[in-house]
């Protein structure tokens, strides 16, 4: 008999259940090591929680009301030292049955179950699709009324609509093991909105590498949507962050090739964030590199900075690599990067993010 295999990822389109739910269930808590279950079972026991303990499997179950389970974990990883709550596997089974096969793919971590409990508003927030994005110009270094493209930029929206800035729900999404599935919304809404917009110039999409398996099937929905609004390939560059990229290189490349393949060009951001610059440039080889606003900020007083960013800009120009300074503040570094060649710029001083872009008019210096 054949089976039908899904040509979309279910890991980046499927959502967890909520946790905060008003029923009871069971949690299932395996121990590492014989002396963390033994902390663990005097713990309950010394509390007087009725529990079953398990000794040959080093697993405790715990009868709780889903309101209780944030509490409840917070607890356990207070008597648990940081590497035994880490290495605890642990799993919420609803209502007073056992786990099943089905169940063991949600078995996580202590402490991402814990986060998992109190993320509630952000799968409301994806399942809703309360995801949009607002653009940032990338304008043309030597005459700032020329837009080059918009970069698009995350936002979440409350209920009321007010806005919910990415930090917030990038480091919840990544200590809940949500970052698949924020990261393909982020996407798709750069994309829709773009469309909507009538946006005709190119758009920058930022994308978190280990937030793809299988670009295949984890890009398939991206690539999909840029086609439906008729968007050209060449008017998308997919952004790599190199502070969030995978160590895993050949993972890398294959994003990379697929990304091509389909006719798109890739940036690499945040250049000068970290420590690997030279290697990420030589193994991407990106059509565009984004200097670090931290490499750019105060580069007009500091030789340091001056120094790698000239060495930089020379490797870029050798290599017809296009640059962008990001994070441009005063008009001492918009005069820097415009007299050693920088291609584009973006920053507050250019015009600060903001939706629709039509909104936005850059500032002439």
């Known amino acids: 008999m054949s089976q039908t295999v899904s040509k979309s990822c279910e890991r980046c389109q499927s959502l967890p259940e909520k946790l905060e ?12 090591l014989g002396h963390s279950y033994g902390k663990l079972v005097r713990q309950l026991g010394d509390s007087g929680r009725q529990h079953q ?12 009301e889903g309101a209780q389970l944030s509490a409840f974990v917070a607890d356990v990883m ?22 099943g096969l089905g169940d063991f793919p949600r078995v996580g971590s202590l402490p991402q179950l814990f986060t998992l409990s109190r993320s509630g508003w952000l799968v409301d ?8 994005s607002h653009y940032q110009p990338i304008v043309n270094a030597k005459d700032t009324r020329q837009v080059y493209a918009y970069e698009a930029l995350l936002r979440g929206l409350e209920p009321d609509g007010a806005l919910v800035f990415p930090g917030k729900m990038l480091t919840l999404a990544r200590d809940a093991d949500l970052l698949f599935q924020l990261d393909l919304a982020a996407r798709l809404s750069a994309v829709r909105e773009a469309a909507r917009l009538g946006l005709k110039v190119p758009i920058f999409i930022n994308f978190t590498p280990t937030a793809i398996y299988d670009p295949a099937f984890c890009l398939r929905s991206t690539v999909a949507a840029i086609s439906e609004v008729g968007m050209p390939p060449s008017n998308v560059v997919f952004e790599i962050i190199e502070s ?10 294959t994003l990379i090739a697929y990304y091509r393949q389909a006719g798109f060009r890739v940036a690499l951001d945040d250049l000068g964030a970290g420590y690997s610059s030279l290697n990420l440039i030589h193994q991407l080889r990106p059509d565009i590199m984004k200097l670090d606003m931290e490499l750019i900020r105060g580069i007009h007083q500091d030789t340091y900075k001056a120094s790698i960013t000239e060495k930089l800009l020379e490797l870029a120009q050798k290599l017809g690599i296009l640059t962008v300074a990001e994070g441009i503040e005063t008009p001492e570094e918009l005069r820097w990067v415009r007299e050693h060649g920088v291609d584009f710029v973006q920053g507050y001083l250019i015009a600060k993010p903001t939706s629709p872009p039509a909104m936005v008019t850059p500032h002439y210096y």
């Not at 303990?53 to 709780?64: E, G, I, K, Q, T």
């Not at 207070?78 to 786990?99: C, D, H, N, Q």
């Open 21 to 32: 739910m008003e029923g009871a269930g069971r949690l299932f808590l395996w121990l590492p």
């Open 53 to 64: 303990a398990m000794p040959n499997d080093r697993c405790v179950a715990v009868r709780l």
């Open 78 to 99: 207070g008597a648990l030292t940081g590497e035994e709550s880490r290495a605890t596997r642990a799993l919420f089974v609803e209502g007073e049955g056992e786990p």
């Open 125 to 132: 927030m994806l399942a809703e699709k309360r995801i949009t």
């Open 244 to 253: 969030d990229h995978t160590p895993d290189a050949n993972h890398l490349k």
